[in-house]
T-cell receptor
Framework: GESVGLHLPTLSVQEGDNSIINCAYSNSASDYFIWYKQESGKGPQFIIDIRSNMDKRQGQRVTVLLNKTVKHLSLQIAATQPGDSAVYFCAESTSGTYKYIFGTGTRLKVLA | EPEVTQTPSHQVTQMGQEVILRCVPISNHLYFYWYRQILGQKVEFLVSFYNNEISEKSEIFDDQFSVERPDGSNFTLKIRSTKLEDSAMYFC????????????FGPGTRLTVT
């Protein structure tokens, strides 16, 4: 099920290192997955998406991996930069519905 | 680059008052959404709107909430009688005509109910 809490898991990485942010989803019928970045005081910003017929998709400095067997999604950010500091949310959606279901979020802190 | 805009950025209201949150979606988009985010928590779906009617809504979206697209550009969320627990960031989002395409979010309206 979904969990909601006031304390986000935090990932701290050194500038220049790679970051991996994980997300578990619960609905095996979900067939579209999205990663969003949310900076303080702003709305979610689209990063990358993947459909369930794919295992991996690459963008600029970001890669999303999908493991449908264990219902797991990850976002890899290469050469993490200070501007990558934000909260990252995964979201899932199912064909025939209109809504996104967001995960709890992970706060990424990039250390100089 | 086209973007979703929302007004006001911050709305303070007293409990029991009506509020209207306004959004201008991206101009050629067909699907419109409202989400909310209570401070420190995840983004929660409220309602989706397509072809001038609600296509889906969550259990949060009760009779106190309504949405409207009064003209060709605006999309509004009305809360008839606000409660303290309605305090949150409210995000509008829009999507083009592709199935399961990405939703573009606005900057949000912070609603504070006192």
């Amino acid at each position: 099920g979904e969990s909601v809490g006031l304390h986000l898991p935090t990932l701290s990485v050194q500038e220049g290192d790679n970051s991996i942010i994980n997300c578990a989803y619960s609905n095996s019928a979900s067939d579209y997955f999205i990663w969003y970045k949310q900076e303080s005081g702003k709305g979610p910003q689209f990063i990358i998406d993947i459909r369930s017929n794919m295992d991996k998709r690459q963008g600029q400095r970001v890669t999303v991996l999908l493991n449908k067997t264990v219902k797991h999604l990850s976002l890899q950010i290469a050469a993490t930069q200070p501007g990558d500091s934000a909260v990252y949310f995964c979201a899932e959606s199912t064909s025939g519905t209109y809504k996104y279901i967001f995960g709890t979020g992970t706060r990424l802190k990039v250390l100089a | 680059e086209p973007e979703v805009t929302q007004t006001p950025s911050h709305q303070v209201t007293q409990m029991g008052q009506e509020v209207i949150l306004r959004c201008v979606p991206i101009s050629n988009h067909l699907y419109f959404y409202w989400y909310r985010q209570i401070l420190g928590q995840k983004v929660e779906f409220l309602v989706s709107f397509y072809n001038n009617e609600i296509s889906e809504k969550s259990e949060i979206f009760d009779d106190q909430f309504s949405v409207e697209r009064p003209d060709g550009s605006n999309f509004t969320l009305k809360i008839r009688s606000t409660k303290l627990e309605d305090s949150a960031m409210y995000f509008c989002a829009s999507r083009g005509g592709r199935p399961s395409g990405e939703q573009y979010f606005g900057p949000g309206t912070r609603l504070t109910v006192t």
